[in-house]
C-alpha cells in the first residue's frame, strides 16, 4: 500500500521539508543571532550570500505543501475502491485513526505555508530585508508542525490494510451522527444558507474596504477564517444536498468524485486559495509600520485583497450555479 506512487509522493514532500527546515535551523539560529544588514563584516556577507540560497529552498518545500493538500485529498478519494464499505474519501480517511488527524494538520500546514510565504515576498521587496529574523523565527516554530504532518501521514499510510471493512460517508456526515460533523450536518438549510451568503458579503465587503481605504486589514483575514468555516458548514447543511439531489446526503468528499464531475474542486480551490490570500492580509499586517515596508505592505496586501474577493465570488457563483441546477426543492 505504501509503495503507491501518491503515497511516496506525499511523504516525500513532506519528509524533504522536514529535513530542509532541520538543516536549515542551526543557520536559522545563526541568522536571528548575528543579522545586521548595516554591518560589513565577513559574517554578514556569508549570511547574506547563503541566505538567498536557503529563502529559495524553503519557498520550494513550502510551495509543495500548497500542493501536498490536493494531492492528498485526491489520492484518498482514488483509494477508495480498495477499501471494503468506502464510497469516497471518507472511507479510506476512516480505515484507521490517523486518517483524519493526517488530513487536518496537513490543512493546517497548507495555510501557516502560505502565509510564510507571503511574508518572504514582503520582505524580499524591502531594501533592507527587515523580516529576516522573524521569517526565520518562523520557519523554527513551524519545524514541529510539518514533523507532525510527516509522522501522521507516515502512520496513516503504513497502518492501511486492504483487508479491513471501513465506514462510510453517511455514518460521519448525518444530523445523526456525533461530534462536529453531525452537528454541522443538522444545522437547519435556512440559517446555514443565511450564515453562507452573510459571511461570504461581509469578507468580500472588509476586503474591497481594505483596497480602498488600506484599513481594517486584520478584519480581511478573521472574516477569511470565519468565511471559511462558514462555508465548510453550508457544504455539508445544505449544498451537498442540492448536488446530490438527495435530502440526507451530506458528504463534503463525494462532490470530488468523477460522476459527479468533479464539482468538488471547482468549490474548494477558490475556497482555500481566497482564505489563504485572506489570511496572508493579517500576517502582514504587523510589519505596515517599518519604514522600508510602508508602501510594500498596503500595496500586497491590496493584490491579495483583490485575489481573496476574486476567489469568494467564484466560490459564491459556483455554489449559486449548483443550487439554480439541482431538481432538489429544499426550501419553499
Given at each position: 500500500?505504501?509503495f503507491q506512487p501518491?503515497i511516496?509522493a506525499l511523504?516525500?514532500?513532506?519528509?524533504?521539508?522536514?529535513?530542509?527546515?532541520?538543516?536549515?535551523?542551526?543557520?536559522?539560529?545563526?541568522v536571528?543571532?548575528?543579522?545586521?544588514?548595516g554591518?560589513?563584516?565577513e559574517?554578514q556577507?556569508?549570511?547574506?550570500?547563503?541566505?538567498y540560497?536557503?529563502s529559495?529552498l524553503?519557498?520550494f518545500?513550502?510551495?509543495?505543501?500548497?500542493?501536498?493538500?490536493?494531492?492528498?485529498?485526491?489520492?484518498a478519494d482514488r483509494m477508495?475502491v480498495m477499501f471494503?464499505?468506502?464510497?469516497c474519501?471518507?472511507?479510506?480517511?476512516?480505515?484507521?485513526?490517523?486518517?483524519f488527524?493526517a488530513?487536518?494538520a496537513?490543512t493546517?500546514?497548507?495555510f501557516l505555508?502560505s502565509?510564510w510565504?507571503?511574508?518572504?515576498?514582503?520582505?524580499?521587496r524591502?531594501r533592507d530585508?527587515?523580516?529576516?529574523?522573524?521569517k526565520?523565527?518562523l520557519?523554527?516554530a513551524?519545524?514541529?508542525?510539518?514533523?507532525?504532518v510527516?509522522m501522521?501521514q507516515?502512520?496513516?499510510?503504513s497502518?492501511?490494510?486492504?483487508?479491513?471493512?471501513t465506514?462510510?460517508?453517511?455514518?460521519l456526515?448525518?444530523?445523526?451522527?456525533?461530534?462536529?460533523?453531525g452537528?454541522?450536518?443538522?444545522l437547519?438549510?435556512?440559517?446555514a444558507?443565511?450564515?453562507f451568503?452573510g459571511?461570504?458579503?461581509?469578507?468580500?465587503g472588509?476586503?474591497?474596504f481594505?483596497?480602498?481605504?488600506?484599513?481594517g486589514?486584520?478584519v480581511?483575514?478573521?472574516?477569511?477564517?470565519?468565511?471559511m468555516?462558514a462555508?465548510?458548514?453550508?457544504?455539508?447543511?445544505?449544498?451537498?444536498?442540492?448536488?446530490?439531489?438527495h435530502?440526507?446526503?451530506h458528504c463534503?468528499?463525494?462532490?470530488?468524485?468523477?460522476e459527479?464531475?468533479?464539482?468538488?474542486?471547482?468549490l474548494?480551490?477558490p475556497?482555500?486559495?481566497?482564505?489563504a490570500a485572506?489570511?496572508g492580509?493579517?500576517?502582514?499586517q504587523?510589519?505596515?509600520?517599518?519604514?522600508s515596508?510602508?508602501?510594500?505592505?498596503?500595496?500586497v496586501?491590496?493584490r491579495?485583497?483583490?485575489?481573496?474577493?476574486?476567489g469568494?465570488?467564484?466560490?459564491?457563483a459556483?455554489?449559486?450555479?449548483?443550487?439554480?441546477?439541482?431538481?432538489?426543492?429544499?426550501?419553499?
Amino acid at each position: 500500500m505504501i509503495f503507491q506512487p501518491s503515497i511516496i509522493a506525499l511523504l516525500l514532500a513532506s519528509g524533504l521539508g522536514v529535513g530542509m527546515l532541520l538543516t536549515a535551523t542551526p543557520f536559522a539560529l545563526q541568522v536571528i543571532r548575528y543579522w545586521d544588514i548595516g554591518s560589513g563584516s565577513e559574517l554578514q556577507l556569508t549570511l547574506e550570500r547563503r541566505i538567498y540560497l536557503f529563502s529559495t529552498l524553503v519557498t520550494f518545500v513550502l510551495a509543495l505543501q500548497l500542493v501536498s493538500l490536493l494531492l492528498f485529498v485526491f489520492n484518498a478519494d482514488r483509494m477508495a475502491v480498495m477499501f471494503v464499505g468506502a464510497m469516497c474519501a471518507v472511507g479510506t480517511l476512516n480505515a484507521n485513526s490517523y486518517g483524519f488527524p493526517a488530513l487536518s494538520a496537513q490543512t493546517a500546514m497548507f495555510f501557516l505555508a502560505s502565509m510564510w510565504l507571503t511574508i518572504n515576498h514582503v520582505d524580499t521587496r524591502g531594501r533592507d530585508y527587515p523580516l529576516v529574523k522573524i521569517k526565520y523565527g518562523l520557519l523554527i516554530a513551524m519545524l514541529p508542525m510539518l514533523a507532525a504532518v510527516l509522522m501522521l501521514q507516515w502512520r496513516y499510510f503504513s497502518g492501511l490494510r486492504t483487508d479491513i471493512i471501513t465506514s462510510c460517508c453517511g455514518s460521519l456526515f448525518s444530523s445523526e451522527a456525533h461530534g462536529l460533523s453531525g452537528d454541522l450536518s443538522a444545522l437547519p438549510p435556512g440559517l446555514a444558507l443565511i450564515a453562507f451568503y452573510g459571511s461570504l458579503t461581509l469578507v468580500v465587503g472588509a476586503a474591497v474596504f481594505y483596497s480602498r481605504y488600506r484599513r481594517g486589514g486584520y478584519v480581511v483575514a478573521a472574516g477569511s477564517a470565519a468565511a471559511m468555516f462558514a462555508a465548510v458548514a453550508g457544504i455539508l447543511s445544505f449544498l451537498s444536498l442540492y448536488l446530490y439531489e438527495h435530502p440526507h446526503h451530506h458528504c463534503p468528499f463525494c462532490i470530488l468524485k468523477p460522476e459527479y464531475d468533479y464539482q468538488g474542486y471547482w468549490l474548494y480551490v477558490p475556497l482555500f486559495t481566497a482564505t489563504a490570500a485572506g489570511l496572508g492580509i493579517g500576517a502582514i499586517q504587523p510589519f505596515r509600520g517599518m519604514a522600508s515596508l510602508s508602501d510594500i505592505v498596503p500595496e500586497v496586501s491590496v493584490r491579495l485583497a483583490a485575489v481573496a474577493v476574486g476567489g469568494y465570488l467564484l466560490f459564491a457563483a459556483i455554489a449559486t450555479l449548483m443550487v439554480g441546477r439541482s431538481n432538489l426543492i429544499l426550501l419553499e
